[in-house]
């Protein structure tokens, strides 16, 4: 998969248009300053659906009926935006939607229109299975039944992608039925089903729920359930495990007084087992979240609506990824991916006294056992209703209608509020925040929100969060102008048929904000221009950074009306979404708009 982010991570050229300008400074009298970005580390985003008695979505509403409480202490909401998403395309909110971005006509026929009209895709949606943690069984059933919803007649703007969370079946977005009947028959279980079928018969018998309470937490009673686990499967008699007597290892009575210290045979069986279970449960939980985040990164640069359909069982998120998972939740926010989670083991229940994998076990461990069964089931779920609460999907479980459920978590809610606040003194401890959204004399309503977070253990230098401020805002939908700046576009066709499509951001420079440095006063507009295909896909694009030093007759008499900074790509027939990004360096300002280009 291209990378689509690299082009911020370089700068291609900056500017010489100005040679003077970089050695010339002006003076800048006081002006309003656009409000500054907020970093991700202090801002803290909370989509919010709110549902009436029948269940449907509640779109007038506004921030003075919303209250937000973190860790029990009421906060000041400092943003709020209210997103409609429809099948028109991009999606309306209280920042404005994605328009035509150049305020005159281009020129030799480039047609500015909205994308999501006149042919282009209006609606994404990513099926991932997570092949890593399914079993086969849940694999045959929800991929029927993900097979039966995409022949349920999608929309003409729909396309549809394939993932799996092992990477070994992909489909990019696309809206050939057989390409992604073919994605899913190619689909099988991963080596976690495997690992899982063979650890059942194993001893002693450890999962990654039990490896974690073992190694990472050392919790006594994980110790002697999984002792008492291998003393029962090996048959091991007191003089190969001194710690207990003969009457108490034959009666099965678990060994209270265990030593985990201790090297002694049976302790070398648990430390051996745990190991080899948290190493396999990281690996597929790191490669599951990796994959989450590829997804979600893949379709930040999609138009119209964003979903994604994560089919899984769940799986354990220890507490080393928990930042992770929360930094997941909110890049999908930010990017307007709503994620909806289907727990694919469907109507889940322990079997009363083992299954059988217990054979040869003492009854006192089947029924020890079960307990921490349970426990890792209820667990394993919660990163699936942490995605889903957290971006404003639909968390389906606890039922075998595969088909309502797909129906249901691959369709986004028609309102969605995003909520903003910035928590005071937030340490960075990587300590959990609980979440709590109320509304304010409203009866009757039913409020779906992020549950909460893992406050972050580090921060991010400025560099970085310029860098995730200009890629957040070339991968999203909305026009934002925080910033003078104007997007204009048009394209050229040679003699021989080559086309170059170029677009010039129009930057008003007197509105910028300025830093005194000596004689000189000085601010830098970092501009990337990109193109998207009509399938939404991103093409290519470049990054532009104007260094000004400018004194006061050069502000005046030579940019003030503006500068012009143009790219030009070589393209072909057919239709273009044109993204155009500005930042200034003093003012951490933004401006973004978008243009549809189509060229005959």
Excluded at 339 to 364: E, F, N, P
Aim: glycine letters at 8%; proline letters at 4%.
């Amino acid at each position: 998969m291209r990378n689509v982010v690299s082009i911020f991570a370089l700068c291609l050229a900056c500017l010489t248009a100005l040679p003077s300008a970089r050695a010339q400074t002006a003076e800048v009298t006081t002006k309003d300053v656009p409000v500054t970005f907020k970093s991700g580390v202090n801002l803290v985003p909370v989509p919010v659906v709110v549902r009436d008695a029948a269940g449907r979505t509640i779109g007038n509403l506004g921030r003075e009926d919303f209250e937000l409480f973190d860790n029990g202490k009421p906060q000041m909401i400092s943003r709020f935006t209210l997103e409609k998403l429809d099948r028109a395309g991009a999606t309306a909110s209280s920042k404005g939607g994605l328009t035509s971005g150049a305020s005159t006509p281009p020129t030799n026929g480039a047609v500015p229109s909205d994308p999501g009209s006149d042919g282009i895709p209006d609606h994404f949606t990513a099926w991932l299975f997570d092949d890593l943690h399914m079993s086969s069984a849940e694999l045959v059933y929800t991929r029927e039944a993900a097979k039966r919803q995409l022949d349920a007649g999608p929309h003409t703007l729909d396309r549809a992608a394939i993932f799996t969370t092992s990477g070994l079946t992909m489909q990019e977005f696309t809206s050939d039925p057989d390409k992604l009947h073919a994605a899913l028959a190619a689909i099988g279980t991963g080596r976690a089903s495997a690992e899982r079928n063979m650890a059942q018969t194993a001893c002693p018998q450890v999962d990654y729920y039990m490896a974690d309470r073992l190694i990472n937490k050392e919790f006594q009673d994980a110790w002697v359930l999984a002792m008492q686990d291998a003393i029962s499967c090996f048959n091991l008699t007191p003089s190969q495990y001194p710690s207990c007597t003969a009457s108490n290892v034959a009666g099965g009575v678990i060994c209270l007084a265990v030593d985990v210290n201790n090297p002694d045979v049976a302790q070398n069986y648990v430390r051996s087992a745990a190991r080899a279970a948290l190493l396999a449960g990281d690996r597929d939980a790191a490669a599951a979240l990796n994959m989450m985040r590829n997804v979600v990164a893949r379709m930040t640069s999609m138009p119209g609506q964003r979903s994604i359909v994560l089919i899984s069982p769940g799986f354990l998120v220890v507490d080393d990824r928990r930042e992770e998972e929360s930094g997941l939740v909110e890049r999908a926010i930010k990017a307007s991916v709503v994620i909806g989670s289907l727990d694919s083991r469907g109507l889940y229940t322990q079997i009363a006294g083992g299954d059988a994998s217990t054979i040869g076990r003492s009854t006192v461990t089947i029924a020890q056992k079960s307990s921490f069964l349970t426990a890792a089931s209820i667990i394993q779920s919660d990163i699936l209703s942490n995605l889903a609460l957290g971006t404003g999907g639909v968390y389906y479980h606890g039922t075998n209608d595969y088909d309502e459920g797909l129906r249901r978590t691959a369709a986004p809610p028609e309102y969605l509020y995003v909520l903003g606040y910035s928590p005071s003194g937030m340490k960075l401890d990587g300590q959990y925040h609980s979440l709590k959204v109320s509304l304010v004399n409203r009866k009757g309503l039913d409020v779906q929100a992020r549950k909460g977070f893992y406050a972050p253990t580090h921060s991010t230098d400025p560099a970085e969060q310029a860098r995730e401020q200009i890629e957040e805002a070339f991968f999203a939908r909305d026009d934002i102008h925080d910033l003078a700046a104007v997007l204009q576009t048009q394209f050229f066709k040679s003699d021989n048929g080559d086309v170059r499509l170029s677009a010039t951001a129009e930057v008003d420079v007197k509105k910028l904000a300025f830093r005194k440095d000596g004689e000189r006063n000085r601010n830098d507009l970092t501009v990337v221009t990109g193109l998207f295909d009509n399938d939404g896909n991103y093409v290519t694009g470049t990054q532009k950074v104007v260094e000004m030093r400018l004194r006061d007759e050069t502000l005046e008499k030579r940019v003030g009306n503006g500068i012009g900074v143009k790219s030009s790509f070589a393209v072909h027939p057919g239709r273009y979404v044109v993204r155009m990004v500005v930042r200034d360096s003093e003012g951490q300002s933004i401006a973004a708009q978008s243009s549809l280009v189509e060229i005959p």
